[in-house]
């Protein structure tokens, strides 16, 4: 290489430098230094009515009102030629919300993620019920994008929209009609109001041989809302009265029936009952005001359904219930104490665990010479299914908690019991994961039809809590072996009790 291309590359180099510091003092100009990149401020005008929105990722269509921070946020990013994702997000097996993914090639990650305020108070922009579908602007309010870590303000964001809504006259949407009737072991009439708030917690879509795009919530939800379940805030299906196997009959407007079996119904996706077709709302349409669709339903649908009705059934039986009691040191002082049942449970504590990719837990391997097997590839599957359930440390909590070195003891109605530490509860090590009493499982599902429930599993993150885990997580005094032929096998698979009935916290004796 001679000295003159040398020079020729290092004059290159330069030029790109300087276009580089060109670039971070013109971020400065917008605040990428001294304060967030504005990537707009000024008003906007938005004409009163709705627009159809389709979520990134689900394909689920939703019929948004204009004013709604989505318009509002759509209004800016069009004027602006930015750019702008929204999708549904889930939360657990069967909740979602919308979550503003990016805008203008600011994207979540990290912890980092797009917040909103409107007239200076904070909104929680993936709240299905006051978040940016739902919540609506009004003429004149302030609205404030910006994008940074949880629980910064606009002026720490790393970028901002200011902006005024200018609410403007427009052609008003006729207000939606049509209705659901709902009848079990009691009645409810789901409006077109309480469909869209189903839709955003629980809403499927689905394209048809045909290519159509279909937008609705799962039959099961309908069906919890009168078969019995009760629940202080939340529709939930009856696994155990579905699987005796009931009629759902769907009735159209001209008279028309259609019946399926429960059983095919019960935390399935696969039927839906829809309100759009290609982002064309059903409401007061001929095929309106519903659909029943879906893969479970093949090439068929049916049309113009008005009510669903339940038929040929029992009353559900009670909800397994467990009893948590906090002792004094003494082991036999109650201190504290609660009970609550499983239903209970799924409503107001977080649901953990996988409905469809099952937790094992490893039986004995009756190898004398691989007693432990830390390849977990000898009999791992002792215990096996897909389940839902409750973390223990948020029973503990109901009544105050562990402290460490506490015991808490799980206790079944038949005696059996398994005995854990404060650190598998609170402090689990990672191939342990967190301990849960299951109440709900893939192959029965709800308890008492899922006759194990509550059943101690271990979430593992590799969904395999093997004989070595035992050995390493758990203290010596709760390990389990399986005596044949004069040897003590290890088993995991033995400390998994089942029918829990009672938690007991057991404070670490003095001294």
């Known amino acids: 290489m001679d000295r003159k291309t040398v020079v020729i590359i290092s004059a290159a180099a330069v030029l790109a430098l300087v ?57 800016v990013c069009e004027k602006e030629g930015l750019s702008c994702t929204v999708s549904d997000r889930d939360w657990n097996p069967r909740l979602h919300s919308q979550v503003v993914q990016g805008v203008g090639g600011f994207c979540e990650a990290n912890g980092t993620a797009w917040n909103c305020t409107v007239n200076g108070a904070p909104v929680l922009l993936s709240s299905a019920e006051d978040g940016v579908l739902t919540r609506c602007a009004a003429d004149g309010d302030r609205v404030v994008f910006f994008y940074g870590p949880e629980g910064c303000g606009p002026d720490e964001a790393s970028a901002v929209i200011r902006t005024v809504l200018h609410l403007e006259e427009g052609k008003e949407s006729a207000p939606a009609s049509g209705s659901l009737a709902l009848s079990g072991l009691s009645e409810y009439a789901v409006t077109p109001e309480i469909y869209r708030a189903a839709l955003l917690c629980h809403g499927r879509s689905y394209t048809d041989p045909d290519g159509s795009l279909w937008s609705g919530v799962p039959v099961w939800f309908f069906i919890g809302c009168v078969d019995g379940r009760e629940s202080p805030h939340h529709p939930m299906l009856s696994s155990s009265l579905a699987s005796t196997g009931y009629n759902v009959t769907f009735t159209g407007k001209d008279g028309a029936d259609y019946t399926l079996n ?3 119904l019960v935390r399935n996706n696969d039927y839906l009952i829809a309100y759009m077709e290609d982002g064309a709302p059903l409401l007061d349409g001929p095929a309106g005001p519903f659909v029943l669709v879906g893969p479970g ?36 002082t109650v201190l504290n104490e609660t009970t609550v049942d499983t239903v209970w449970m799924e409503a107001n504590l977080p649901v953990l665990g996988n409905e469809t990719v099952p937790y094992r837990i490893q039986g004995p391997t009756f190898d004398r010479d691989d007693l432990w097997n830390p390849a977990e590839d000898k009999n791992p599957a002792k215990v096996e299914d897909a389940v839902l359930g409750t973390a223990i440390r948020d029973l503990c909590d109901l009544v105050g908690g562990m402290n460490p070195g506490d015991r808490v003891l799980l206790s079944a109605s038949d005696g059996y019991a398994t005995e854990l530490r404060y650190e598998n509860i609170y402090a689990p090590r990672p191939e342990q994961g967190e301990a849960v009493l299951s109440w709900w499982s893939a192959r029965e599902g709800y308890a008492p039809a899922y006759n194990d429930g509550p059943r101690l599993f271990y979430l593992a993150p590799d969904h395999t809590f093997g004989n070595e885990n035992m050995r390493t997580c758990l203290a010596e005094e709760a390990w389990v072996y399986y005596w044949t032929g004069g040897v003590q096998y290890p088993s995991a698979a033995g400390t998994s009790v089942r029918g829990v009935d009672l938690v007991s916290i057991l404070p670490a004796v003095a001294g």
């Open 19 to 75: 276009g580089a510091l060109a670039a971070v003092l013109a971020l400065a100009g917008a605040g990428g230094l001294s304060g967030p990149a504005v990537l707009y401020e000024g008003s906007v005008n938005i004409s009163s009515g709705t627009t159809v929105f389709t979520a990134a990722g689900s394909n689920v269509q939703y019929t948004v009102d204009n004013s709604s921070l989505y318009g509002v946020l759509m209004a």
């Open 262 to 264: 429960s059983t095919v």
């Open 297 to 332: 339903m093949g090439e068929r649908t049916v049309e113009g359904i008005v009510s669903l009705s339940l038929s040929g059934y029992d009353r559900p039986p009670a909800a397994p219930a467990i009893a948590v009691r906090r002792y004094a040191p003494d082991g036999q």
